[in-house]
């Protein structure tokens, strides 16, 4: 049961070039940063060196690419960067830049991806906090037909369905089944404009550096020659032929849906920005930034609803430890026993489970009329669980009992009564030194947690 490890760079790393919008030659680095840190990017070349965190939140541009803001302070074409940190499982990386955008490169992630796996991955001590898919969450726009949804799923996977209004290039799918296939399938793939498109952004003061070099240029509807030629002059690009409709980019396309496997790519930056690992499978039509990102402001509230999230716990699995073997390790009888069984254990962690009836003895006397679960036995059940989880890991556990030193930080969120199912979710803080331990406790009714507390307890000898 034992979760994964939050993790960062082993060391530093740096790419050049120019930026996308800006033109700007362009420095960026990626810096190895303490747990809990999440992502966070700091404009070097400003007085002060202010540093943005990267969420959802300071979002604040969708327009042709994602830019966050603190302030005065911003930074732009992020998603590349960030979803090559997403995809490769890194938690915790401190950006810095040069300039007000990242550079755009080959208009991919692959080189974000080759320095990471260059410099290596660091695992640290913290847990990696997951957030678990328990329903679908969705988010449209009824305007533009664009929708996001959000399923339960093991692991964190992606399928992206493009229209692109064009002839030329109508219908598209991708799909990202196990991240672990993001460097070789999605990271190649290179963003795209359509000619169309191209005068209005530059009208608007963006891709001053985009050339046939870091992006696919789309031409797909036949525009007359002089015209095609002055586009071409002003992006500093050959001339073509404006009869022959098609794609147009010094390097041949890598898959033939390459476009929207870079929409694929950009949904992983995006979602990035959650600022939590994600187990779930995202259902994406006709993706883009802005969407991308009320989704993720969608699911940062969701996660704040819901910031502890109970166990899944599967009732038809066998237990690992049932009601015999919890009272080896225990010395707990009736009417004290207050753990049923044990259905995961780690070297840090364990999970427990209780079932509430109506024939608990405490209800004669907390309340006849109106019966709920004492909230000091609610704290005695999950420390039962953490000393069942210090235990376990003893030579003779049975010659050994725990004891309470100090309870802190106890919250009760609502009552327990008759029927309700208690499941405990008990980590260790700290390793168990001298014989004593430190654990948090959780414990949950449904997917809400009702009560929890920090304890610390001695393992003690038996006489």
Not at 71 to 91: F, K, P, Q, S
Not at 143 to 163: K, V
Not at 336 to 346: E, N, P, W
Not at 357 to 362: D, G, I, K, L, Y
Request: aromatic residues 8%; neutral net charge; proline residues 6%.
């Amino acid at each position: 049961m034992e979760s994964a490890k939050q993790t960062t760079l082993k060391g530093s790393f740096s790419l050049f070039g120019k930026g996308l919008h800006t033109g700007l030659h362009l420095t960026v680095t990626f810096n190895p940063a303490p747990e809990n840190t999440g992502y966070r990017i700091q404009r070097i070349d400003l007085e002060g060196q202010p540093t943005i965190e990267a969420i959802a939140e300071k979002v604040v541009d969708t327009q042709r690419g994602t830019v966050i803001a603190s302030g005065d302070v911003r930074v732009g074409t992020i998603e590349h960067g960030m979803a090559a940190l997403y995809a490769l499982g890194i938690d915790n990386c401190l950006i810095q830049v040069n300039g007000p955008e990242f550079p755009i490169l080959d208009g991919s992630a692959a080189q974000y991806v080759e320095k990471i796996h260059s410099v290596g991955i660091q695992e640290q001590n913290a847990p990696k906090d997951f957030y678990i898919i328990r329903k679908k969450i969705e988010v449209k726009d009824e305007a533009t037909g664009s929708c996001i949804t959000i399923l339960p799923d093991e692991q964190f996977s992606i399928t992206a369905m493009c229209s692109f209004q064009s002839k030329f290039i109508n219908s598209q799918f991708a799909t990202l089944d196990n991240v672990k296939d993001f460097p070789e399938e999605i990271a190649p793939a290179r963003t795209f404009v359509f000619v169309r498109d191209i005068v209005p952004l530059l009208e608007a003061n963006l891709i001053k550096g985009g050339d046939l070099d870091n992006s696919i240029v789309i031409y797909e509807r036949e525009v007359p020659q002089d015209k095609l030629n002055q586009l071409a002059d002003l992006l500093k690009v050959p001339h073509i032929d404006a009869s022959k409709i098609g794609y147009i980019q010094n390097k041949p396309l890598t898959w033939e849906n390459e476009c929207t496997r870079h929409k694929l790519l950009d949904i992983i930056g995006d979602m990035a920005l959650i600022g939590r690992p994600i187990k779930g499978r995202i259902i994406a039509t006709r993706p883009g930034h802005t969407i991308n990102n009320k989704f993720a402001r969608l699911m940062r509230k969701e996660i704040r609803k819901h910031e502890v999230q109970a166990p899944i716990y599967d009732p038809n699995e066998k237990p690992v430890m049932d009601n015999n073997r919890i009272r080896q390790l225990l010395p707990h009888r009736y009417p004290m026993q207050l753990v049923d069984k044990i259905v995961a254990i780690g070297p840090n962690s364990i999970v427990g489970v209780k079932n509430v009836t109506s024939n608990e003895p405490f209800f004669q006397g907390h309340f006849p009329e109106e019966p709920v679960m004492p909230g000091v036995l609610q704290i005695e059940a999950m420390a039962q669980c953490g000393g069942l989880l210090v235990l376990n890991q003893l030579e003779e556990p049975e010659r050994w009992s725990t004891y309470f030193l100090k309870i802190d930080d106890v919250k009760f969120r609502q009552k327990v009564v008759p029927g309700d199912t208690l499941l405990f979710r008990v980590e260790l803080l700290f390793p168990v030194r001298h014989g004593i331990s430190s654990m948090k406790g959780y414990m949950f009714v449904g997917d809400q947690v009702v009560s929890e507390a920090t304890f610390t307890a001695q393992i003690v000898k038996n006489k």
